[in-house]
């Protein structure tokens, strides 16, 4: 049986100038001391615990594009969009986008510095 899933996806343009960038913003930082301190995406996005395995980073120049695109190519190499990406109405292009999925948990995804595309179901 296949179960629901969750998947929130935000775009943004011209504020990672690189895939290792998007990933500074998304994951949590770890210091032995300390333990994790939450990364500014789950700060803005009110998500309590990040499972990493479930947020996927797309750059536009990893994907072999040269300019920000439309979503539906920009997205299109992301896990299930086959699935949800036909949900997605923007044209808006960008360069960046980040997909988190369900375990995670987006509380305020109107509070981040990016563009919120929405909110979109799939069947894992």
Known sequence: MTE???VHVFLSRGRFPSFEDIREYVDPEWSENEGATPSAL??????AELEPMCVEAV?????GHCA??????????????DQWLSQVEST???DAAICVFAPNVV???HGTALHYLGRFTYRA
């Open 4 to 6: 629901a899933g969750v």
């Open 42 to 47: 789950m700060a803005e996005a009110g998500i």
């Open 59 to 63: 750059h536009a120049r990893d994907e």
């Open 68 to 81: 920000p695109v439309v979503p539906e190519v920009l997205l299109r190499g992301a896990s299930y969009a």
């Open 92 to 94: 808006e292009p960008a």
């Open 107 to 109: 509380t305020t995804p």
